[in-house]
């Protein structure tokens, strides 16, 4: 079944620089990849999405880029902000047990210094 | 978003004692899942459903159960709470068609002492 690593786990980086966290996925077929964002004590939140047929997307300071060949996908931050520090997760909707369903990674933990 | 709905927000129970977490969402979803989060760990699914009589096992469900009682409705339920199933418990729902992500509730927050 699908497996997804993530990296790094913790990641801290100065006020306005860029950071960039990267994840791995095993089974070729899967085609969707969200991001999510969780703050202190609440849910995680989709924050942007890439599918199969895409290599990359923006959405304004969030960018995400997918690499089929290589089975791996990254989340771009750029000009980082204060609110930007929270636990990132990644995702791959793959096939598990028998039935398609999201895999998550382990989470990184981005703390913005200011 | 109040379109995903877990109750109660915050617990504290009794090691051996039964408790039951509740999901109810407006979004229309067919698909539910629980999953359980522990400090410093991602992820982990407890139980998934597809539609009301689907229901099925992801990967930690040993000490769980749940109910699908309805397409908007999901329970789960801990038979005799242990302390180490204090964590955090998030239910999540999706559309059953096309490539979309997950709508979180906003989570309940378990102490077993």
Partial sequence: ?114 | DADVTQTPRNRITKTGKRIMLECSQTKGHDRMYWYRQDPGLGLRLIYYSFDVKDINKGEISDGYSVSRQAQAKFSLSLESAIPNQTALYFCATSTGTGNYGYTFGSGTRLTVV
């Fill in chain 1, 1 to 114: 079944g699908e497996n997804v690593e993530q990296h790094p786990s913790t990641l801290s980086v100065q006020e306005g620089d860029s950071a960039v966290i990267k994840c791995t996925y095993s089974d070729s077929a899967s085609n969707y990849f969200p991001w999510y964002k969780q703050e202190l004590g609440k849910r995680p939140q989709l924050i942007i999405d890439i599918r199969s047929n895409v290599g990359e997307k923006k959405d304004q300071r969030i960018a995400v880029t997918l690499n089929k060949t290589a089975k791996h996908f990254s989340l771009h931050i750029t000009e980082t902000q204060p609110e930007d520090s929270a636990v990132y997760f990644c995702a791959a909707k793959g096939y598990t047990e028998g039935a398609q369903k999201l895999v998550f990674g382990q989470g990184t933990r981005l703390t913005i210094n200011p």
